[in-house]
């Protein structure tokens, strides 16, 4: 069984940094991609940010120049630097893996973590 552990999330003034990270346990088999997405109330899920195995590296267009993606040290790691954050960057983050690259082409993940709450207020 797969499993998606993120941390990092918490209250942030406008303006401010955030760090989330994400590490899958329990894979047998290649990831071909981790990313993140994000839900805000109300709103459907979107793509944050996404990188293959390897490198190449895709951001949601709300994101880009803001959010940095990255691989850690550790086999199947991920991190989300978060710069300049706005009140609409408020939602739950969500660290995602994804097995072929057919599916992950088409924005479909096969693993999704719990979720991390991120909330952008002064």
């Known amino acids: 069984q797969v499993q998606l552990v993120e941390s990092g999330g918490g209250l942030v003034q406008p303006g401010g940094s955030l760090r989330l990270s994400c590490v899958a346990s329990?894979?047998?088999?290649?990831?071909?991609?981790m990313g993140w997405g994000r839900q805000a109330p109300g709103k459907q899920r979107e793509l944050v940010a996404g990188?293959?195995?390897?490198?190449?590296?895709n951001y949601g267009d709300s994101v880009k120049g803001r959010f940095t993606i990255s691989r850690g040290n550790a086999k199947n790691s991920i991190y989300l630097e978060m710069n300049k954050l706005t009140p609409e960057d408020t939602a739950v983050y969500y660290c995602?893996?994804?097995?072929?690259?057919?599916?992950?082409?088409?924005?479909?993940?096969?693993?999704w973590g719990q979720g991390t709450q991120v909330t952008v207020s002064s």
């Open positions: 329990g894979t047998s088999f290649s990831i071909y991609a």
């Open positions: 995602n893996a994804t097995r072929l690259p057919s599916d992950y082409e088409k924005g479909a993940s096969d693993y």
């Open positions: 990188i293959t195995n390897r490198g190449i590296i």
